[in-house]
């Protein structure tokens, strides 16, 4: 896999455009975009929160299609000294999907923390979606640092009502060369993970809440064996590491 860069022009579709989040009615669009994405009556961000964001400085920003805001990525700022920055939420509207500007999102951010100096980006998913460890592991080559158990406790948007929310803590570090997928020698044990849950939970709640338990002590348990996560296989999924 070689190095991420910047988007160029050539990697945002034509008529695509991402820019700072500056204006009250800007902010609103983009909050209204997030809600939709995550499925919540309430902001995913609020909105004053964005604003206030926006305006110390932070990353908020719109992914606009002409005018109209299509998505929008949100980040803030980790202690000075760590020179890291957090990216809490990102989401494209449905229909924009499947396009690869998800990545387009990431080189933009990752190209604006350059600019301030920033050596690292860190965000959290759920272990249970495996389009999105494909996604942070194999395309952008980024690590995984932690395992989080109930990181969020229960929230309200239409994808996590309900769930319990353990995360894994995503770590890219924005100057190292993108963590390749391990040679099968150096494989120790394998996390496997269902290629839907989402249909899982809609089909059965139970066998859902089967598959948490058993991802979470598996990592809980390879993880205090000292191992870590050295990329993601789509058939078997997390590849675990002696470091």
Excluded: C
């Amino acid at each position: 896999m070689s190095e991420s860069v910047p988007p160029t022009p050539a990697d945002v579709p034509a008529g695509i455009d991402i820019r700072p989040l500056e204006t009250v009615a800007d902010i609103f669009a983009g909050a209204a975009v997030l809600r939709e994405v995550w499925g919540g009556d309430r902001d995913s961000v609020p909105t004053n929160l964005m604003r206030a964001l926006a305006y110390s400085g932070n990353y908020v920003v719109g992914l606009f299609d002409g005018d109209r805001v299509v998505g929008a990525s949100v980040a803030f700022f980790a202690e000075p000294g760590a020179r890291s920055m957090h990216s809490h939420v990102t989401g494209v509207l449905p229909e924009y999907q499947q396009q690869g500007l998800g990545r387009v999102l990431k080189q933009h951010q990752r190209a604006w923390a350059f600019a301030r100096e920033v050596g690292t980006i860190t965000w959290t998913f759920d272990p249970l979606f495996a389009r999105n460890a494909h996604f942070n592991l194999q395309v952008l080559g980024a690590r995984i640092s932690d395992y989080l158990v109930d990181q969020y406790g229960l929230m309200d948007d239409g994808i996590n009502r309900g769930e319990v929310t353990d995360r894994l803590m995503v770590t890219w570090p924005l100057a190292a060369p993108p963590q390749e997928r391990p040679s099968d020698d150096r494989i120790v044990a394998t996390i496997e993970v269902p290629a839907d849950i989402h249909a899982i939970r809609a089909a059965s709640p139970a066998d859902a809440a089967a598959w948490r338990d058993r991802v979470r002590a598996q990592f809980l348990e390879h993880f205090a064996a000292g191992l870590t996560v050295g990329g993601f296989d789509d058939e078997r999924g997390y590849l675990l590491v002696r470091p």
